[in-house]
T-cell receptor
């Protein structure tokens, strides 16, 4: 079963605009990660935020984490056509399995 | 340095057959995980191996099995294939065990179609 749910499921914006994706999860976590996937192939790690962190930046990416609301957001500023992809949040299971639990993803389309 | 490599990239099988998927982790990475991704959904955890031992198993039937070799490469085996096994199978490696502070490096996946 999926731990996280991304919102919206799909997002279409113009190049240069900002894109915001949200993720909600159900259980307590050690960390939350965001991954990107192009055309149904391998996932690429974007950023990891620990449960004791509230905000993190990496280039044009800004991630926030609100553990009280069990939610996170990913902001991509000044989007480019090359940002077109699916974006997934993933949380650790906090059990002995060491697995990552992925959400259902947001499909982002950046129109040139 | 080479990333995570998976083979084959595409595979077509019929119901009832078995399949073996292969994965080579990034050099120096000791942990390999397998995920199944059905079209339109996020990846779901199948197995994790570390130092050749199974360290985690997802909610998949016993038809799914895996192993890790001394060189840290891994195989995922699926027996008695069902139509519902059609999916993208992703292998991921990490330096050590655990996800608390580690990111995963994913291969490009094997697209399995069961007819």
């Amino acid at each position: 079963s999926q731990q996280g749910e991304e919102d919206p499921q799909a997002l279409s914006i113009q190049e240069g605009e900002n894109a915001t994706m949200n993720c909600s999860y159900k259980t307590s976590i050690n960390n939350l990660q965001w991954y990107r996937q192009n055309s149904g192939r391998g996932l690429v790690h974007l950023i990891l935020i620990r449960s004791n962190e509230r905000e993190k930046h990496s280039g044009r990416l800004r991630v926030t984490l609100d553990t009280s609301k069990k939610s996170s957001s990913l902001l991509i500023t000044a989007s480019r056509a090359a940002d077109t992809a699916s974006y997934f949040c993933a949380t650790d299971a906090r059990d002995s399995s060491y697995k990552l639990i992925f959400g259902s993803g947001t499909r982002l389309l950046v129109r040139p | 340095d080479a990333g995570v490599t998976q083979s084959p990239t595409h595979l077509i099988k019929t119901r009832g057959q078995h399949v073996t998927l292969r994965c080579s982790p990034i050099s120096g990475h000791k942990s390999v995980s397998w995920y199944q991704q059905v079209l339109g959904q996020g990846p779901q955890f199948i197995f994790q191996y570390y130092e050749k031992e199974e360290r985690g198993r997802g909610n998949f039937p016993d038809r799914f099995s895996a192993r890790q070799f001394p060189n840290y490469s891994s195989e995922l085996n699926v027996n008695a294939l069902l139509l519902g096994d059609s999916a993208l199978y992703l292998c991921a490696s990490s330096l050590e065990l655990g996800t608390a502070n580690e990111k995963l490096f994913f291969g490009s996946g094997t697209q399995l179609s069961v007819l």
